[in-house]
């Protein structure tokens, strides 16, 4: 009998950390970049791959652009930070709270607030891999 109660004790324990676990920065963003007097919308997509290891890629939906690199991702804890490639070497350094991913981007030319909002499961697109030769 106690060995029925251990186990539904701890189907309870198991759902109850599932529904009260924040989500960490894994997923689909978009986000909308102040440039003078225009509005650029950009993507975001972070996920783990089959090791563990974070990787994400960028778009701009507006003009059907997916798949921009994403160089240096560093994922800690709440803090994500990386480098957008195609974006003038942009470097964003973002911090997930209340379900916004929001801070800077900046480059040479100086550094403008940013913040991603959640829209769904992250949509990575990486880079063909280059051929080894020999």
């Given at each position: 009998?106690?060995?029925h ?23 689909h ?27 994400a890629?960028?778009?701009?939906p ?22 957008a ?45 280059r051929?080894?030769?020999?």
């Amino acid at each position: 009998m106690s060995l029925h109660i251990l186990r539904r004790m701890g189907a309870v324990l198991w759902v109850a950390s599932a529904l009260f676990a924040q989500p960490g920065p894994a997923g689909h963003w978009e986000g909308v970049l102040q440039m003078e007097n225009r509005e650029v919308g950009l993507s975001l997509d972070l996920n783990r791959n089959a090791k563990s290891e974070w990787i994400a890629s960028m778009g701009v939906p507006a003009q059907n652009v997916t798949g921009l690199v994403v160089k240096d991702l560093a994922v800690n804890g709440n803090s994500v930070k990386f480098m957008a490639v195609e974006l003038q070497m942009a470097k964003l350094d973002l911090t997930l709270a209340e379900g916004k991913l929001a801070g800077t981007i900046s480059n040479a030319q100086g550094s403008l607030p940013i913040e991603f909002k959640r829209t769904g499961e992250a949509k990575i697109e990486l880079p063909a891999a280059r051929p080894k030769f020999p």
